[in-house]
């Protein structure tokens, strides 16, 4: 067979070049038997659930220390579904009314919660289809004895799969996995969420037949064109390596913007920082310059466990936080929990439309309990250096005064207790059109305010971001969100107060020079593209045009 190539949509940009590595799942029909001791099929039933819970709890282990406490979240689902009395109840009624095998109660079962997600409207719900699938693919394989297996992998390789499950991700050796190339995904799914982290090229929606493609064979990953070509001649792999060698280059001249200023060339500054799940991602902060700590999403100390982190806990990760940026600002964002973040430990009521639910600071003034224990540490860290503190999802003034009194309230009270505090410089997200619309009056309450545009562009343009049937529809470079942003910075510096942008727009080199233009004062980024947007300010020259 020649050359054949298949275009696809990226999730990931980047080159590579290698040979393949099919990953197929031809998983055999789990048969039907006829059993005659129920209560014995029902015992090894929550057998086989009792050593899945510890396959789950090593691959979370694994995957928090590799990919962090975000991709390891997502076995800390796979346990909630598996543990769930309703989805084990259903299992174990089959056994027992139709007396057959527990392998076939659990294919039964999964088969239909997957299709009862399949027909959600909610892409975040569709998600959790896949991960049925992988469950009781999980059960089935510890109950039958076999199964499939991923192939060990000792050399890089490109990944080519139907789909890729999350353990697959966790269990291969991240250093020999050059691209992914999936037939199914969507840019919110796992395998996509996983490769970005990894930052290596992958594509999703690839229309190729897995039985016309061998291992072994070498394949060239344009995650630029959204394209992936199989068998390619030698030309296109000269093509092809000469594009890799490129690639690192541009990396190490990057790498002369290290200690400069994040300046155009006629003067116009702006403040160039990191966005960051946990302590451990401030080294690679470090790594690549940032100026400061733009978000800090606090939340990720709450996902992914079944209680709530104690007060000594966040102050210990805040205070090290702040202590290890040795006086540039660390921005912590309070807990913004809800929608496609999920904390067991809140026990949040299932909703029809979660994003338009209980999340964010609506949590917070409900809950001011576990509210005033974050507040509490984020007091507390803040004497140890340039600590500051913003609050998500506000769409009104009340909100604002409402968060005020808390923070005066615990402040009081440490102070009664005679505990050390700071006062830290208090900001918010805009992230709703109600925030953007009275941000003059918001602009009086606080001292920054950041632009969250990944909600404020789905609240803005009434779609669910999380819904991959919506991606055609999703405009980020909307007129509306830009004419937002520049509203949003003209009423903050109306007031003297000053503007960040921390969402996926601030990483869109399309956009840095017109964010110059309307004033933006800092861009907070994922680490690896601080040096990039550095490289494109030092190379504009805005003069004195207007917008």
Known sequence: MGMFCFAGKSVNEGIALGPVLVLKKDRAEVRRRTIKDAEAEVLKFKRAVKEGMEELRFLYDKARKEIGQDGASIFEGHGMIMEDVEFQGRICDIIRREMVNAAYAVAMTGDVYAEVFARMEDGYMRTRGEDVKDIAGRLIRILEGSGENVSS???????????????????????????????????????????????????????????????????????????????????????????????????????????????????????????????????EALRNDAEGIGLFRSEFLYLGRDDFPMEEEQFAAYWEAARSMAGKEVIVRTMDIG?????????????????????????????????????????????????AVMYPMITSVEEVLQIKKMVRDVSQELDREGIAHGNPKQGIMIETPAAVMISDELAELVDFFSIGTNDLTQYTLALDRQNEKLEDFYVPHHKAILKMIHMVVANAHRHGKWVGICGELAADLELTEEFIRMGVDELSVVPSMILKIRKKVRELDICSCEI
Do not use: W, Y
């Open 153 to 283: 992998i000792n050399e890089p390789v490109i990944l080519v799969a139907d789909n890729i499950s999350p353990e697959e991700t966790v269990r291969m050796e991240k250093e020999n996995i050059l691209a992914f190339v999936t037939v199914q995904g969507s840019t919110n799914s796992h395998t996509a969420i996983l490769a970005r982290m990894m930052n290596i090229p992958a594509l999703i929606g690839v229309p190729m037949k897995l039985e016309e493609i061998n291992t072994g064979m070498k394949a060239v990953v344009d995650g630029f064109e959204g394209r992936v070509i199989f068998d390619p001649t030698e030309e296109l792999c000269v093509q092809a390596q000469k594009r890799m060698d490129q690639e690192r280059k541009s990396f190490l001249l990057l790498d002369r913007m290290k200690g400069k200023e994040s300046v155009t060339g006629d003067g116009r500054r702006i403040r160039l920082c990191a966005n960051i799940r946990n302590v451990n991602d401030i080294k």
């Open 339 to 387: 929608a496609d973040k999920q904390a067991s430990c809140f026990c949040l009521e299932k909703e029809e439309n979660p994003a338009l639910g209980m999340r964010g600071i609506r949590i917070c003034l409900k809950r001011p309990d576990i509210f005033k224990t974050q507040l509490r540490a984020l007091l507390r860290a803040s004497q140890s250096g340039n600590l």
